[in-house]
């Protein structure tokens, strides 16, 4: 008897077949007539698979009489057209039962995001997070295809990194050393006798690694964990994150905009697309707008605004902001979202910053006061992706270095693609949660990485 998905077995094509399908239990319901609907789930979709069970079964008294939510089942039987409002059912020949669920948390009423989260081990078995966990899998599947399609090679970037570029305070650190016996002997840390003979960290980003494959290879991208140790409990930040990071030879900052607009779009179209039943439930349940929100954004184009423009609009717009704006100053999440959400009521693309307030490899502008930088935002989420183009010409790069004191010698390698054949290039980071983030419609970013990292919470 083969065994299929409930997703196959809900299509009519199904119709006739003998099957075997496994999952779990999600209601039991008995009729006076002398049989009972069960209805399975497998995570293969969201809706369930309405499940008959006659009196007739060996262990209709017995067993199937004491199924109960979350139990987990083997069910081989017919499926037959259904006369319900959903297109097959299942009659079952044979149920075997694996698993009982006595006391099962999630049986009866419905629990709010905050109490999901201390029972990270069994929330998948809800029907939200199975779908945000579909959702999350389209989209890295949407990921790879685009670039791939594109002929962007995916380069494999280190998780473990000396370099302290960007985020020294925000860094992970990474150690062998025995810490407990060095406080005990009070004795100062020699990171000599340490692993890799030199302070080391969990990666913040692996966009240098990913510049030296684009000045070789073209067009490149990385995807993997990131992390911050910020210490900050916003419903946007985790301490451990998916980054996605496309770095392009040959591209300037126009051109990197115009990729970021059609990645993102085509994220939102083949969630669209291949998760139209679980986006249908993120319009009922989570946000009403989930699904013609994303549709408008597909149709429509992004704003385009330099930073310049944005901070005029900011200080002639009449709100009071908490955080005063003024040229120079970096935006707080408020602005972002005046500008996003209420200005404009659609993805802004900002752009050209002031170059204090940016690192030192986003490219110089003739104005010399601004950097080609751009961050996307989006109504409800804020920023999704920050890139730039990067500096390319070897004396400014290192003017700006030492701007921002930072040790030369330490980046001898990445001063060293400039002077050897240097290129424009750029690329950007989309932070692969805050995307689903949009897409869902789900407020806490706690609730769209399977087991999130925030400060103070690492048990599962
Ligand atoms: P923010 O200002 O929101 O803290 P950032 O400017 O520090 O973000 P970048 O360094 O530009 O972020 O990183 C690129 C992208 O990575 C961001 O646009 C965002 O989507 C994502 N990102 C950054 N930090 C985090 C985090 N702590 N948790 C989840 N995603 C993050
Ligand atoms: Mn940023």
Redesign the pocket.
């Known amino acids: 008897m083969e065994k299929i998905p409930v997703v196959k077995a809900r299509l009519a094509d199904a119709i006739g077949q003998s099957v075997c399908i496994q999952g779990w239990i999600r209601t039991r319901r008995d009729s006076k007539a002398g049989f009972s609907f069960l209805e399975v789930n497998d995570g293969s979709c969201m809706g369930n698979l309405q499940v008959i069970a006659d009196a007739a079964l060996a262990n209709y008294e017995s067993e199937v009489k004491r199924i109960t939510t979350g139990c987990s089942v083997t069910i081989e039987g017919q499926i037959k057209a259904s006369e319900g409002n959903q297109a097959t059912e299942l009659l079952a020949a044979r149920i075997l039962v694996h698993g009982w669920a006595e006391d099962f948390p999630l049986q009866k009423k419905r629990h709010t995001f905050e109490k999901l989260r201390e029972w990270a081990h069994l929330r998948p078995r809800t029907n939200a997070f199975g779908a945000i966990a579909r959702v999350r899998n389209q989209a890295c599947r949407s990921i790879h295809n685009f670039f791939q399609e594109d002929g962007f090679l995916y380069v494999h970037t280190p998780i473990i990194t000396a370099s302290d570029c960007?985020?020294a305070g925000?860094m992970f650190r990474v150690t062998t050393l025995d810490l407990d016996k060095l406080a005990a002997q009070n004795k100062q840390v020699d990171y000599s006798f340490d692993f890799f003979d030199r302070p080391s960290y969990l990666t913040?980003?692996g966009q240098l690694e990913a510049e030296i494959y684009a000045t070789a290879l073209g067009k490149v991208y990385t995807f993997g964990p990131?992390f911050?140790a910020?210490n900050?409990n916003?419903s946007?930040?985790?301490?451990?994150?998916w980054?996605v990071?496309p770095e392009m030879a040959f591209f300037e900052l126009t051109d990197n905009m115009d990729l970021a607009e059609q990645f993102l779009k085509r994220l939102f179209r083949d969630a669209l697309d291949n998760c139209q039943e679980d986006m249908d439930f993120f319009a009922q349940r989570i946000e009403k707008d989930a699904v013609t929100r994303l549709e408008k954004i597909i149709d429509s184009e992004f704003v385009r605004l330099p930073y310049t423009e944005a901070i005029a609009i900011l200080e002639s717009c009449g709100e009071t902001f908490e955080y005063p704006v003024s040229w120079g100053t970096d935006l707080q999440?408020e602005h972002e979202r005046y500008l996003t959400e209420t200005k404009f009521n659609c993805p802004v693309i900002l752009y050209d910053y002031p170059r204090s307030i940016k690192p030192f490899y986003m490219r110089v502008n003739d104005d010399e006061r601004t950097v080609r930088a751009m961050?996307?935002l989006v109504p409800g989420?804020?920023?999704?992706?920050?890139?730039s183009q990067r500096e390319e010409r070897l004396d400014i790069l290192e003017l700006r270095m030492k701007e921002q004191n930072l040790d030369l010698e330490a980046y001898w390698w990445y001063r060293e693609l400039r002077k050897f054949g240097t290129v424009p290039h750029a690329g950007?980071?989309?932070?692969?949660?805050?995307?689903i983030q949009f897409i869902t419609g789900m407020t806490n970013?706690r609730d769209v990485i399977p087991f999130p990292r925030t400060p103070g919470n690492a048990e599962f």
């Open positions: 960007e985020g925000e913040v980003s990131t911050r910020e900050s916003t946007r930040h985790l301490a451990e994150f980054m990071e999440s961050d996307v989420v804020g920023e999704i992706i920050g890139g950007f980071g989309l932070g692969l949660e805050r995307a970013i």
